[in-house]
């Protein structure tokens, strides 16, 4: 390059504008420019290896064989007094589940796939659990010190991701999980 810099210096006559610091700019443009390019290539891949969870969850919801149960809305009021009465101050909005059991085997490890690289920086991991061929995957999406939607992730042979949509305090997660050890 600091040849071609040379041969323009030598050719410029007379008082113009020097054309040396002219192509100097268009090959600092042309380095910026694929040092630009370089860097959205890089977020490109980086953006396509990770994916979030409504991603994953629209993907699936129409594949064939999928069973698809969603209950929110008018269907979800009618859990309310069922939610006061048995739900120890659990608030429930919504529940979403998608069973990939009867899906291909194609389908299936497709899903694991996508969910292994499923990044969303609106939930917080609380469970990670892998035993020899399923893994098990528990988030949650906290605002204000309330947990306002809980994702349970099963991979492997009978894929499964279940969204609880509501509102409730990790206390409340805590007391079943102590029923649950418990016994009762």
């Not at 050719?11 to 090959?27: A, D, M, N, Q, R």
Request: hydrophobic content about 40%; overall charge positive; charged content about 25%.
């Amino acid at each position: 390059m600091s040849q071609i810099r040379y041969r323009v210096v030598f050719s410029v006559t007379g008082g113009e504008f020097p054309y040396c610091i002219h192509l100097t700019f268009k090959i600092m443009n042309r380095r910026l420019l694929i040092t630009l390019l370089c860097g959205l290539f890089t977020f490109a891949l980086y953006s396509q290896s990770s994916i979030s969870l409504e991603q994953l969850y629209r993907k699936f919801a129409n594949a064939r064989n999928v069973e698809k149960v969603s209950l929110g809305g008018l269907k979800a009021l009618l859990f309310k007094p069922l939610s006061a009465k048995y739900g120890n101050g659990f608030s429930i909005s919504g529940i979403h589940v998608l069973e990939l059991d009867g899906c291909s085997n194609e389908v299936k490890q497709q899903f694991n796939t996508m969910a292994e690289k499923l990044r969303d920086d609106k939930y917080e991991v609380l469970l990670k659990a892998n035993e020899q061929d399923e893994k098990t995957r528990i988030l949650a999406r906290i605002e204000k010190e309330e947990i306002r939607e809980l994702v349970i992730l099963s991979l492997g042979d009978e894929p499964v991701l279940v969204r609880i949509k509501g509102k409730f305090k990790p206390e409340h997660i805590q007391q079943l999980v102590n029923v649950d050890n418990n016994g009762q």
